[in-house]
């Protein structure tokens, strides 16, 4: 079955914080506690993120972690192709033509959500913090 992994649903919850206003330039250790990611765990995320463009970092006392480019520029799919293997998404289980052709067609409706669906629409007032967002990254992983 197709779904996001855990450390793309960890990603996430990391690029939320950072488009909050409230976590917008925060060191891992702040982003940590905003996201409920554990800090070696989201040290890593944060390095694969940054591989990929979506994140800028830069240590010391003036540094920390901050979005590349506005939340709305950046999809779901940015992020979790960023975590995930290339073929994450294109993965199809073997079976009856049927079956394999009914995935191809569920595969392309998934990645244009994905690829709509931006940081910026999961993104709520920190009085609702992440209730939002984690009904909509269940949503796509279900």
């Known amino acids: ?3 996001i992994s855990k450390t793309c649903g960890h990603a996430l919850r990391a690029m939320i914080c950072l488009a ?8 891992i250790k702040s982003l940590a506690d905003c996201s409920g990611v554990p800090a070696p765990y989201l040290a890593k995320i944060i390095k694969r993120l940054n591989a990929a463009g979506l994140v ?7 540094g920390g972690v901050w979005l590349s480019r506005a ?5 779901v799919m940015d992020v979790c192709s ?4 290339s073929d994450w998404i294109d993965a199809v289980p073997s079976g009856p ?6 995935w191809r067609v569920e595969q392309t409706r998934i990645r244009n959500h994905l690829e709509r669906l931006s940081i910026d629409d999961l993104v709520e007032s920190p009085h609702h913090h ?3 967002a984690a009904r909509q990254i269940r949503r796509i992983s279900t």
């Open 71 to 75: 939340p709305k520029s950046i999809s």
């Open 20 to 27: 909050r206003k409230d976590c917008s330039h925060g060191m």
């Open 82 to 85: 960023a975590i995930e293997t």
């Open 1 to 3: 079955m197709i779904g």
């Open 130 to 132: 992440h209730r939002k």
């Open 97 to 102: 033509r049927k079956w394999m052709d009914f």
């Open 56 to 62: 800028e970092c830069k240590r010391g006392q003036q």
